[in-house]
């Protein structure tokens, strides 16, 4: 039985909480706010209850063997140090850590403490995102990618959110090198970065405000990106994050022989290969074959809804399971080490550009603390 | 000083959620009362259209003291209850999760509490509360409901954050009144209606699925019209002797959903709706809430029993403690709150 506890009894900690409810063999034995009300409110909706405000004393009492940490960027690497210190294993909300540096120090800390970490971008394991990379791995691409495109969405409606964050300059969203891009991005460029090589040659950000953002307040706050990404075998990559295009998160991923599209909203991939057909058929066939793609998308979620596979968390689960499976059975952790560094060294070129000093020069700097070995 | 008040127009009040539906109304009415050393907590996002026009109708609103904040913030709220007597805490949080709403209602509360005893000089804390804390599920139809009815047990269960919310937040008030004798009443109005406040109460029916599905049919709605809702809560805090009470706010004439609905249709065109009898909604409820379970939360559940009875099984009201222990009369009779309530769709629609 895995033991469990989580740190940090905000919002998306419901969201953790259900997801490990559905995973078998493991326990949430302990929950840590300092808050010590916030962590009460979930564990008695739980029935969780051991209740801490301190995280020592947590990890001294409790012993979890993973701890899931859900609390605003700034804290993830004094926790996530502490965590590994006590000897937990770690699961990180997105994004991972404020720099690619530290990203890079607490991977190495982890490994030096013989123990596993990885983040929360649960977008990666969604039904269709999994028959992607199983699909790619198969070969379906015909090679290498050789352009990539990634498409965020996110909805200036849900004000429970942006409204606070607008108004508020002390926010902690605010507070971040790349402010609202920096809590949001990270899903849709983890995407871009499984399928890139570790160097890239070219990274070109481009960020405005739209007139919505403006309309609200906030004048330093952006919310419209383009990235355009080049990797050293010349695979180019697009990102696109928006408030203004709505109800698009996707990956595409163009190869010689085919293009896999991944839309998450609508839970669909649509397969396309590459292919020719000769005169006026070029007109009838392809359109045929797109229909029978989206046709055999509905047959599926259809088909998932009566397995009861098609919940909301379907991701987080999969992630989460996967996680403490590379725990128990000692295999690899789910997401690629060199895929977190990655994504969170994208995003300091990205707020670099975009930010310029504010973002090499983190209004809330976390640098590695001396890490203390703990026993392998 | 108004012998028939706790409290005198030179003692200071704090107003909570001042540019609020209800609270800027509450600043108005204190403001015609005479009291005038008044602090307005807001939100730095809030838009302050509301509340600037309740300060302009009278001059003493230049006096009053605008503070931007945030309640989770025990500074902010050090800030605010410096010096003050009554604080009327209307400041309300509409997060969808439990934690957002358990954040800015009970810890927002717990902070405002906090500093008040430290920093104010405590005469009574006027706590808003709602009524969605109360669970109707074991009461008939058509039963009584009032102060003494039952608290919801399971707000989880009603898949409703903003009732936990506030049943959390009226635990805490309570229990700050049990061990630090803090004074205090409890307000929950009804279904608040009125200008500047376009959307129909969930309790008339929902929009969920496209067209807007009637629920509440024959029902009677709890409704109370903005500024009397607002006098109310205003005398709360200041009449002597009810320290510990709870008042439930509902109008002296109440309409029925439909005679509601037909008002409404009149005025806002174009309006379409269908309809459902109680034990089909009943039943459906019952249906959503077991699949909901079967299928582990696939469908979250949104409709389910308890919901149901407490937003469309249909009770009866009372504000005979408002007028007993308040004297509190609705200073705009239901005829002409619709009128005004209506008029915001462009005509003036008759009931």
Known sequence: ????????????????????????????????????????????????????????????????????????????????????????????EKPFAITAEDAQALIDFADKCGLKMTVGHNYQFTLEMLEMRRLARKGFLGGKPVHLESYWSYDLGDTSYVGPVLGNPAHWV???????????????????????????????????????????????????????????????????????????????????????????????????????????????????????EHLRNLRLNVADFIRRRLYQDFGMKELIERFYNSIRLGGPPPIPYREIILTAQIMDEIFTQIYGDRASKPLTPMRPEPAVATGE | MNLAYIASPGDRILVTGSNGFIGAKVVEILLEYGFSKLHCFVRPSSQLGRLEKALDQFDAGENVELI?????SRDDCEKATEGVSIIYHLAAGFDKSFAGAFMNSALATRNLLDAFLKFGKPKRFVNISSFAVYSNL???????????????????????????????????????????????????????FGAGKRELSGRIGVDTFGIFIHLGRNNILPLTFVDNCAEAIVLAGLKPGVDGETFNVVDNELLTSRQFLEA????????????????????????????????????????????????????????????????WEPRVPMAQAMASYLSQFGTNGTV
């Open chain 2, 264 to 327: 409404y249709r009149k005025a806002a065109k174009g309006f379409r709706s269908i309809s459902i009898p109680y034990p089909l909604a009943y039943g459906i409820c019952l249906l959503w809430e077991k699949y909901s379970k079967w299928s582990k939360g696939q469908l979250p559940p949104a409709f389910n029993r308890r919901r149901c009875a407490a937003e469309w099984k249909g009770n009866r009201y009372s504000n005979r403690n408002l007028h007993e222990k308040l004297g």
């Open chain 2, 68 to 72: 931007i904040g945030d309640l989770l």
């Open chain 1, 174 to 292: 605010r507070q971040l090198p790349g402010q609202l891009f920096h809590n949001i991005i990270s899903h849709g460029i983890a995407k871009l970065a499984e399928f890139l090589d570790d160097e890239l040659t070219e990274v070109v950000a481009k960020a405005h405000q739209s007139q919505e953002l403006g309309g609200l307040g906030a004048q330093e706050v952006l919310d419209e990106l383009r990235v355009l990404i080049r990797d050293k075998s010349g695979t180019t990559a697009f990102f696109c994050f928006s408030t203004q295009i709505k109800g698009r998160n996707q990956l595409h991923i163009y190869g010689p022989a085919g293009t896999l599209s991944a839309d998450i909203i609508t839970g669909s991939l649509i397969r396309n290969q590459t292919r020719s057909f000769k005169s006026y058929l070029t007109y009838f066939v392809p359109p045929l074959n797109n229909a029978l």
């Open chain 2, 138 to 192: 074991r009461l008939k139809r058509g039963a009584l409901l009032d102060e003494t009815c039952p608290l919801e047990e399971e707000p989880q269960e009603r898949f409703d954050a903003y009732g936990f919310g506030k049943l959390k937040q009226e635990e805490l008030v309570r229990e700050y009144g049990r061990n630090n004798g803090l004074p205090h009443v409890i307000v929950r109005p009804g279904a608040v």
């Open chain 1, 1 to 92: 039985m895995l033991r469990v506890a989580i740190i940090g009894c905000g919002k998306v900690a419901d969201q953790h909480v259900n997801a490990i409810r559905r995973i078998t063999d493991c326990r949430i034995v302990a929950l840590c706010d300092r808050e010590l009300l916030m962590a009460r409110q979930l564990g008695d909706r739980f029935q969780i209850s051991s209740c801490f405000s301190e995280v020592d004393e947590m990890l001294k009492v409790a012993k979890p063997d993973a701890v899931h940490i859900t609390t605003p960027p700034q804290s993830h690497f004094s926790l996530a140090s502490q965590c590994l210190r006590a000897g937990s294993h770690v699961y990180l």
